[in-house]
Nanobody
Framework: QVQLVESGGGLVQPGESLSLSCAAS????????MGWYRQAPGKQREFVAT???????NYADFVNGRFTISRDTAKNTVYLHMNSLKPDDTAVYYC???????????WGEGTLVTVSS
C-alpha cells in the first residue's frame, strides 16, 4: 500500500525559504514519477512541480525559478525547496506519486505553508 507523508510546512515571512519533504513507502520509489501540487483556500488544486524516475524536472510557470524539486532514492523521499516565498504561495502542499503501469495517482495528506508578515 502506497503511503506518502509530507512534512516541513509552516509559517514564514515573504521572501523567506522553506523546504518540504515527502517520505514514500509501500512502493518501488525509484520507478515512480513524483510531484508536488498545492491547493490554496477557495481554489482548485494545481500543479507545482514533477520529477521523473530519471530526475527530469518540470515546473509550473508561477514557480519562475524559485522552487527546486529533488529526490533521494536512498531515503525514498522527494523534496521541494522553495525560495523567495510570496503570500500567494500560501496553500496546502500535496505530494503525488504516479504508478507507472497505469498512471494511478497516490496522494499524501498535505502540509500547510503559510506566507505572511
Amino acid at each position: 500500500q502506497v503511503q506518502l507523508v509530507e512534512s516541513g510546512g509552516g509559517l514564514v515571512q515573504p521572501g523567506e525559504s522553506l523546504s518540504l519533504s515527502c517520505a514514500a513507502s509501500g512502493m518501488i520509489f525509484n520507478i515512480y514519477p513524483m510531484g508536488w501540487y498545492r491547493q490554496a483556500p477557495g481554489k482548485q488544486r494545481e500543479f507545482v512541480a514533477t520529477i521523473t524516475s530519471g530526475g527530469i524536472t518540470n515546473y509550473a510557470d508561477f514557480v519562475n525559478g524559485r522552487f527546486t524539486i529533488s529526490r533521494d532514492t536512498a531515503k525514498n523521499t522527494v523534496y521541494l525547496h522553495m525560495n523567495s516565498l510570496k503570500p500567494d504561495d500560501t496553500a496546502v502542499y500535496y505530494c503525488n506519486a504516479m504508478r507507472p503501469r497505469d498512471g494511478k495517482g497516490f496522494w499524501g495528506e498535505g502540509t500547510l505553508v503559510t506566507v505572511s508578515s
